[in-house]
Nanobody, 124 residues
Framework: QVQLVESGGGLVQTGGSLRLSCAASGGTFSSYAMGWFRQAPGKEREFVAAIGWSGGSIYYADSVKGRFSISREKGKNTVYLQMNSLKPEDTAVYYC?????????????????WGQGTQVTVSS
């Protein structure tokens, strides 16, 4: 069974940076598209970024484009979300997700496996 564990969250100041990591085990991780989603209190879970199995197909939400960068390190079965120029509105629990398909997309329902989430808080 696929297991996903996020790490790297924390408290940062506006304009600061964080790098989130998602460690995967089980399944054929390198053949799965991976995504990052986030959920703030009282809000629905929303798409942040996704990357294909080869790393050559990438999608970003408009709200993070130009500030966040998704990448994957196949040798370590790990995906990353580099977050720069953070804003208070980026505050949320961030979730890693995996899809049993090589192509990424922004739809929550298309992802089959989820991590437990990691808290990111950006102070104003």
């Amino acid at each position: 069974q696929v297991q996903l564990v996020e790490s790297g969250g924390g408290l940062v100041q506006t304009g600061g940076s964080l790098r989130l990591s998602c460690a995967a085990s089980g399944g054929t991780f390198s053949s799965y598209a991976m995504g990052w989603f986030r959920q703030a209190p009282g809000k629905e879970r929303e798409f942040v970024a996704a990357i294909g199995w080869s790393g050559g197909s990438i999608y970003y939400a408009d709200s993070v484009k130009g500030r966040f960068s998704i990448s994957r390190e196949k040798g370590k079965n790990t995906v990353y979300l580099q977050m720069n120029s953070l804003k208070p509105e980026d505050t949320a629990v961030y979730y890693c997700a995996a899809r049993r398909d090589s192509l990424p997309n922004p739809y929550i329902s298309e992802y089959d496996y989820w991590g437990q989430g990691t808290q990111v808080t950006v102070s104003s």
